[in-house]
């Protein structure tokens, strides 16, 4: 019995005392590992993601970082990012090129897009539609900075007659690719999908789509089986951006472009001709045709016109303006009698047949019926049109081989042009079936080079800057009197520094 309990009394002990020596052994364990802490490595961290940042308190330093601010489209991240971003990186001087060219333009074109409260990715647009040249013109019959095609322009009130096309007017197209890509936004509520819907066709983004949906499938860009023209259309969008955003991450120096006005619009007196304001703004004939590509006569014969020139050259270029209209010389028009024979008005205008026909972009064999318009000199000097002439893009067409390149470099990806809103990509040709025209109610969705119907909306209010006859900005635009004239023939025959 004794032994029973002693044996009682040592489970007693022993449990009594096993929270103290666990408590003990735990005091051990947390000082041994305070003593050893010190001397351990810290746990590695992740490192943080790399943000852009801005100091919004300052004026921008230029363009670009005007650009920078203004971005607001989400991101895309996908290996066709990388890819297009590896293609234009391998190609530093063409970057360069482009980029500087589009400097001529990109202030107003911001300017806009900020007064519309639209995201300033969109300024970048042009670079993918024709490497900002507004004279860029694709198999597709799109043309212009943002590339048109013909039936889009008349939906967004772009003339296009034989005297102007302002789809290749910088001002007036800016406003109108600006509304439609706000109409596509507000239908989709994406960046994504307007954008895809501006190379594709709205009509045929909503199809697909509606397909997805149909399918239990998502409805984002991303998700969406379209052509691959299409599929790359936005990371090329992507891919520039990220070049701007970080041009130090690539070793890549942007062109200095300041953040200033451009250019300003001046009245033009009736009968100037091109090449004669050209010199009055002490410009070559190529830049000033860069800034007044809208023109298809090398003369403007009509009140109310306008010619765009440097912001910095525009008191010295009124006032030569002002002493040519008081000098009684210029450009008129020659509305053809019946019977009339063109060397006759030649003849009378002391011109070759040739040179009558290469001023009004006449083809040859044209036949030409009695109240077709004709442009002829007035007392002036006619040798600087006809070198201008030989620029316009409507008689560049003409000829062979073509000539007006503004300093384009082929752009290297091409794409089929499709809906309501040809792109005509980079400065290569675009196999766009260019913004296929928009029918009243419905829009034109075409991809490649064909075209497909497309809902097209009407018209929206143009900016405050609009001509009241357009609904265009009053930029440098031909006259709005169209004569009953033949249109000269188009041929797919491009500018070297157009798309096709």
């Known amino acids: 019995m004794a032994k029973l309990f002693s044996l009682l009394f040592l489970v007693f002990a022993l449990q009594a005392f096993a929270p103290v020596q666990a408590a003990d052994s735990a005091d051990t364990s947390a000082t041994l590992t305070s003593t050893l802490a010190p001397s351990l490595p810290p746990a590695a961290e992740p490192p943080p993601a790399r943000v852009l940042t801005l100091d919004l308190t300052r004026d921008a330093n230029d363009i670009w970082d005007r650009i920078r601010r203004g971005f607001g489209m989400p991101d895309l991240d ?172 690539f070793h890549l120096e942007l062109p200095y472009v300041a953040n200033e006005q451009h250019f300003v619009t001046l009245n033009a007196p009736p009968g100037i001709d091109l090449a004669t304001a050209a010199t009055f703004a002490d410009m070559s004939l190529e830049e000033f045709l860069a800034l007044n590509p809208g023109y298809n006569r090398p003369a403007i014969t009509s009140p109310g016109q306008t010619l765009v020139v440097p912001a910095d050259r525009a008191s010295s270029f009124e006032a030569r303006l002002g002493e040519f209209a008081l000098s009684g010389k210029g450009w008129r028009t020659h509305d053809l009698e019946p019977g009339e024979k063109l060397n006759t008005i030649a003849d009378r205008h002391g011109l070759t047949l040739a040179q009558l026909m290469q001023l009004n972009g006449l083809a040859s064999g044209s036949r030409l019926s009695a109240g077709h318009t004709l442009l002829v000199p007035d007392g002036i000097d006619p040798s600087g049109a006809l070198a201008i002439s030989r620029l316009l893009p409507a008689n560049s067409r003409l000829s062979s081989p073509p000539a007006v390149k503004l300093n384009t470099s082929a752009v290297p990806s091409k794409k089929a042009k499709t809906p309501a809103k040809a792109t005509a990509k980079s400065s290569k040709r675009v196999s766009n079936a260019a913004k296929t025209p928009a029918k009243t109610p419905t829009r034109a969705t075409q991809p490649a080079t064909k075209s497909t119907a497309k809902t097209k909306p009407a018209p929206t209010a143009k900016s405050a800057t609009a001509k009241p006859t357009t609904g265009k900005s009053a930029a440098a635009k031909p006259a709005a009197t169209k004569p009953a004239a033949t249109k000269p023939a188009k041929a797919t025959t491009k500018p070297a520094s157009a798309k096709n």
Do not use: C
């Open 78 to 249: 996908s290996p066709l990012v990388a890819e297009q971003q590896i293609f234009y990186l391998n190609r530093p001087g063409f970057l360069k090129q482009v980029f500087s060219r589009g400097g001529r333009y990109l202030y107003y074109i911001v300017d806009e897009l900020e007064r519309r409260g639209m995201p300033t990715e969109l300024a970048l647009l042009p670079m993918v539609e024709s490497s900002y040249n507004p004279l860029a013109y694709s198999r597709a019959h799109a043309s212009g900075l943002w590339q048109f095609i013909p039936s889009t322009g008349r939906n967004f009130n772009l003339t296009q007659d034989s005297w102007v096309d302002e789809r290749r007017d910088v001002i007036a197209s800016t406003n109108a690719a600006l509304d439609y890509l706000q109409y596509i936004y507000e239908m989709h509520g994406d960046w994504q999908l307007a954008l895809a819907s501006y190379n594709w066709g709205e009509g045929a983004v909503g199809r697909a789509i509606q397909r997805n949906r149909d399918a239990g499938l998502p409805a984002e860009y991303s998700e969406l089986k379209m052509p691959n023209e299409t599929r790359n259309y936005v990371p090329k969008l992507q891919a520039i951006k990220n070049i701007v955003a970080e041009p130090e991450l």
